[in-house]
């Protein structure tokens, strides 16, 4: 009786034993699979993830990049190598305000003798540091008010840094999103959610952006494609949102050797002038909200 009953058991529980180590199994073959498709290019990520240490672009982007960067660098060596000749070691691009000094004064006699050639020279140089976000435009902005004088100055550091924009603009429209999604994830989404607010009064918020330090402008410029603001929107915003910090640049080229570091150009009152000036351009978007509410 005993032994009948102990088999019975046994027969019963074989079954369970067989579930149980059958669903062990089948347990530990899922989580072996998910370990290998993790890094699987068809597995499914979370949208917005970062890929720490992984570079962004794919090999046709970075093709691409690397086509529009070598294109642009044979139009400016040819440029270049077509201007009358000059002491090209002492001409090098400016990282602070010493150099600049030294620059101005090796080019005010060779911008003077020859004057187109020399502006198609910085016009060409502007543009391509704009276009691929080369520090030091700043610089180009304080020589211009230096060689050219305010108004002159003026129209070419403007001119040149929306020419620049725009073609940065274009370039990230083929290659940035994977870009700034890698730099600037959060400050992204900030500006994606910024935009998605003031679609109504678009061009207004635009300009409050290009007058104020809000966002840095080579952030803007990458980012903005990306966020689908219309080019004429952005075009427009930058050349006038750009009007009241050139000038200050500019003008401050004026008297260089007043100048000990670039931080100089923006103190409190400056800024302060910078912001009540963008606070105007979005006075109508404010004044707007207020109506609607009441």
Known sequence: MKDSFSSNILVMAAPRNIINDGGRQQQQRDEENLLLNEDSPTS??????????????????????????LVFSIGLISIYLTMPPAQYVNIKLPRSISDLRILKDHLGAYANEYKAQFILGYCSTYIFMQTFMIPGTIFMSLLAGALFGVLRGLLLVVLNATAGASSCYFLSKLIGRPLVNWLWPEKLRFFQAEIAKRKDKLLNYMLFLRITPTLPNTFINVASPIVDIPFHVFFLATLVGLLPASFITVRAGLVLGDLKSVRDLYDFKTLGVLFLIGFVSIAPTILKRKRTYE
């Open 44 to 69: 499914k990520k979370p949208i917005g993830a970062k890929l720490e240490g992984k570079f962004p672009l794919s090999r046709w982007e970075l093709a691409a990049a690397i086509s529009v960067f």
